[in-house]
């Protein structure tokens, strides 16, 4: 059964840090692993799509890496704004190598950004 | 192009009332998925759709929970009778067709498209 653990639980940093989010998940045969962030109150919104045959992948100041083979992967975010202040959340399909069908979520990360 | 729609935003309903949820995926995405978040924990899997048919309900907690997905346009989740343990953010959500590559800017590789929730209190 796949499990997605994500470290810290909960983060504050002043404007301007650079940080990293972290999410692990037991089983590394998958296909691909979404960030996701979500407002207070609000739905999700997917921030990147990783596949394992990527190492990075890279949408503004945000940069996901993954590392099938120690069942990991990490969001870093660069010079960060109190506008990045959410919940963070890593999600993986199932395993076997398929994109397709239900994910599973980590607990998520929550940001807080101060200024 | 619009996004994944839910209706309502809020509910809240007393033990043993029925509730109905609305999802309407985005257009031309066959795959619609449903997930809750109760209080404190991590979102989990209800059920996927691939067009009208039910590919995967092994997440619905027990008979008290329908989903239907009639002509494979949008989708109902009903909880009858509900009961306190129900209460948490119903998300659902939606992506192209298994193995589609799309680049139309709907997703590529199955990524998932999430609604904003419902967030159902149950007295």
């Known amino acids: 059964k796949q499990e997605v653990t994500q470290i810290p639980a909960a983060l504050s940093v002043p404007e301007g840090e650079n940080l990293v989010l972290n999410c692990s998940f037991t089983?590394?045969?998958?296909?691909?692993l979404q960030w996701f962030r979500q407002d207070p109150g609000k739905g999700l919104t997917s921030l990147l799509l990783?596949?394992?045959?990527?190492r990075e992948q890279t949408s503004g100041r945000l940069n996901a890496s993954l590392d099938k083979s120690s069942g990991r992967s990490t969001l870093y975010i660069a010079a960060s704004q109190p506008g990045d202040s959410a919940t963070y959340l890593c999600a993986v399909p199932p395993p076997g190598g398929t994109s397709y069908g239900k994910l599973t979520f980590g607990q998520g990360t929550i940001l807080t950004v101060h200024p | 192009e619009a996004g994944v729609t839910q209706f309502p935003s809020h509910s809240v309903i007393e033990k043993g009332q029925t509730v109905t949820l609305r999802c309407d995926p985005i257009?031309?995405?066959?795959?619609l998925y449903w997930y809750r978040r109760v209080m404190g924990k991590e979102i989990k899997f209800l059920l996927h759709f691939v067009k009208e048919s039910k590919q995967d309900e092994s997440g619905m907690p027990n008979n008290r929970f329908l989903a239907e997905r009639t002509g494979g346009t949008y989708s109902t989740l009903k909880v009858q009778p509900a009961e306190l343990e129900d209460s948490g953010v119903y998300f659902c959500?939606?992506?192209?067709?298994?193995?589609?590559?799309?680049?139309?800017?709907?997703?590529?590789?199955?990524?998932?498209?999430f609604g904003p929730g419902t967030r159902l209190t149950v007295l």
């Open positions: 089983d590394s045969a998958i296909y691909n």
């Open positions: 990783i596949q394992s045959s990527q």
């Open positions: 959500a939606s992506s192209q067709v298994k193995g589609s590559r799309g680049t139309s800017g709907s997703g590529t590789y199955n990524e998932q498209f």
């Open positions: 257009s031309g995405h066959d795959n």
